[in-house]
């Protein structure tokens, strides 16, 4: 795109993203007769760049700049899809495309999508793609100027095809070429183990239809095994399954609201523990990082709020909103977040994360070289014995065993 091109877009994409919060300051204000002055404006602006501009503008292609601008205003994760895309869209839903296994974000400032963590059995961590790497280009293709969902389309592609990235990582002068290999990813989501013989590990890589199900059983199993004590590890851990969150923190609740769900135009949706569905009432310990999102957020909100166990790591990410896709005419769509997930007591989880109650940071954080995003140092995964924050869980719940021993 030229640069006189360029100047036009961000000229309409400042005009209707200033429509859009001014008009609808507006029309809470004085009605609709404000509002439609605001539209006014902008469409005299719009007729001066087409009648005065230096050149002929493509409108069409302005204009599909401003609404992907107008949105993205918005949060990261909604967008406009032209027809084209929003016919891929709903093949990408059920297609077995390759893919290369990454939960994504955009960075506001520049614009730049960026990595909240590589899958734990995608081809990318394998690769070497880190927590809060940068992606600067996707195949050539620079990220700035592209939605979190086109992003996606280019990620993904014929299993065993290769994808080019070119990375920014903090503490590094140049970007770094990184080729991942496509693939289909079969995630073992739960996994179990006993600590000490009496603490159940338990891991959740990602919240994926069935998890809840499938964490029930390892959660019998490890409890089979003499058990009194557990962990539930959520580092790096997302996907947008909540159901499966709110499943799965019933597994540890007898009672107490979960979470709660509410958006401007959806009615508030409590989600409350069931005491027929849980199946331990153990000493708990939640470990979290940076890279937990989405539904693991659900649940650590959750586990903390009721009073149920204590979180260690540090802040997560802060995705948790439920999105709709809303067609258009012409057959284009909108992917719009409706509604946000909110704890018990009121508090978005969206851009705010869940705290820990012990703030450990253990080196397998984020490290976004840009400004204004989050800052920490990325290293490889902890062995167990030097993973500090898995270290504290043990020490929570190892304390209060000793102590109940010498006392009896």
Known sequence: MSYRNKFSLIIVSALLV??????????????????????????????????NYVEDPDLSKVMHGALLGL?????PYSTYLTAEEYARYQISRTSGDGEIGLELSKEKMLGYIYVIHPIEAGSSKRAGVRSGDVIETIDGVNTQDISLVQAEYLLSGEIGSEVKLKILRRGRPDPA???????KIKISPVRNRLIKKQIGYLRVSRFVKGVGQELRINLQTII????????????????????EGI???????DHGVIAYSEGQQSERKEFTADPDKVVSKLPLVILQNYGSASAAEVVSVAIKENQRGEIVGVRSFGKAAIQRIIPLDGQSAVLLSVAKFYSQSGQVIQNKGVLPDYEIPDGSGVSVGLPGAPTAEEVKPPREHKDIQLQKAIELLTKPLEQERKTA
């Not at 539209?39 to 719009?46: G, H, K, P, R, S």
């Not at 949105?71 to 949060?75: G, I, Q, Y």
């Not at 070429?177 to 693939?183: F, K, L």
């Open 247 to 253: 499943e799965v923190a019933n597994l540890f609740l």
């Open 71 to 75: 949105l993205e205003s918005l949060d």
């Open 177 to 183: 070429e990184i080729i991942v290999v496509r693939e």
């Open 224 to 243: 089979s095994q003499g058990a009194d004590r557990l962990i539930l590890d959520l580092r790096n851990c997302g996907g947008d399954e909540f159901n």
């Open 18 to 51: 200033c429509y859009a919060v001014v008009g609808g300051l507006m029309v809470r204000g004085v009605g609709q007769e404000g509002a439609y002055s605001q539209l006014a404006i902008f469409n005299e602006v719009l007729a001066k760049i087409k009648g």
